[in-house]
């Protein structure tokens, strides 16, 4: 008969808060770990819907074997009730709001703090990185969108939506008149197109936050 090691399960469910940061009401999902040796502070793409990477940060926190806290931190004005009251930030704005996160939030954490960013999450790490290098150790860039990649099939047409007001407009204006489908509508739409491969999580978090964005 053989034996098998039993490993505990170390899985555990985010937490989600709300916090100040420099005045503005900001969207947190937390995992606090009992053994800790690291910080690991996660910055997402845009939209900034932390909602979004609820799977992606329990499973980051089960393959650390539970000895790193993590917390997403979501983009000023990208929160479920509209705090900012439609005001937009630049992309300065979103790095100078992460790096007061660290040193408010983050200050008296002892051990290293590694970002982790997703998308154009991973430029503002990289910024935050660069004017936080006393507390912030290390950078890791998850699909990093740093410039266009003129191979791309989709960047491109990107760069041409985002370069003329007027088709941006119109496209926000397209994806707004999504959100107000029925629910079961607008999740048949999501899981028949970009939501083939996503959780149930990721899929609500698309239909309820990403398009109110």
């Given at each position: 008969?053989?034996?098998?090691?039993?490993?505990?399960?170390?899985?555990?469910?985010?937490?989600?808060?709300?916090?100040?940061?420099?005045?503005?009401?900001?969207?947190?999902?937390?995992?606090?770990?009992?053994?800790?040796?690291?910080?690991?502070?996660?910055?997402?793409?845009n939209p900034g819907v932390i909602?979004?990477?609820?799977?992606?940060?329990?499973?980051?926190?089960?393959?650390?074997?539970?000895?790193?806290?993590?917390?997403?931190?979501?983009?000023?004005?990208?929160?479920?009730?509209?705090?900012?009251?439609?005001?937009?930030?630049?992309?300065?704005?979103?790095i100078d709001h992460k790096v007061?996160?660290?040193?408010?939030?983050?200050?008296?954490?002892?051990?290293?703090?590694?970002?982790?960013?997703?998308?154009?999450?991973?430029?503002?790490?990289?910024?935050?990185?660069?004017?936080?290098?006393?507390?912030?150790?290390?950078?890791?860039?998850?699909?990093?969108?740093?410039?266009?990649?003129?191979?791309?099939?989709?960047?491109?047409?990107?760069?041409?939506?985002?370069?003329?007001?007027?088709?941006?407009?119109?496209?926000?204006?397209?994806?707004?008149?999504?959100?107000?489908?029925?629910?079961?509508?607008?999740?048949?739409?999501?899981?028949?197109?970009?939501?083939?491969?996503?959780?149930?999580?990721?899929?609500?978090?698309?239909?309820?936050?990403l398009l109110q964005v």
């Amino acid at each position: 008969m053989s034996c098998q090691k039993l490993v505990p399960n170390i899985r555990r469910p985010v937490i989600s808060r709300l916090c100040n940061v420099s005045g503005h009401t900001s969207e947190l999902l937390e995992i606090r770990a009992d053994d800790l040796k690291l910080h690991v502070l996660f910055i997402p793409g845009n939209p900034g819907v932390i909602a979004f990477y609820k799977d992606f940060l329990e499973s980051l926190y089960e393959r650390l074997g539970g000895v790193a806290s993590i917390t997403a931190i979501g983009h000023i004005s990208h929160t479920k009730k509209d705090w900012e009251h439609g005001r937009l930030f630049s992309i300065q704005e979103q790095i100078d709001h992460k790096v007061d996160f660290i040193r408010h939030e983050l200050q008296i954490t002892e051990v290293p703090i590694i970002l982790v960013g997703h998308s154009i999450g991973s430029y503002i790490s990289i910024e935050v990185l660069r004017r936080s290098q006393k507390k912030v150790i290390y950078c890791i860039a998850l699909y990093p969108f740093l410039r266009l990649n003129p191979k791309s099939t989709w960047q491109p047409i990107v760069g041409r939506i985002s370069a003329s007001s007027i088709i941006s407009t119109l496209v926000s204006f397209i994806i707004a008149l999504l959100g107000l489908l029925p629910k079961w509508a607008l999740t048949l739409i999501v899981l028949k197109s970009i939501g083939r491969s996503w959780s149930a999580t990721a899929v609500e978090a698309a239909c309820s936050r990403l398009l109110q964005v």
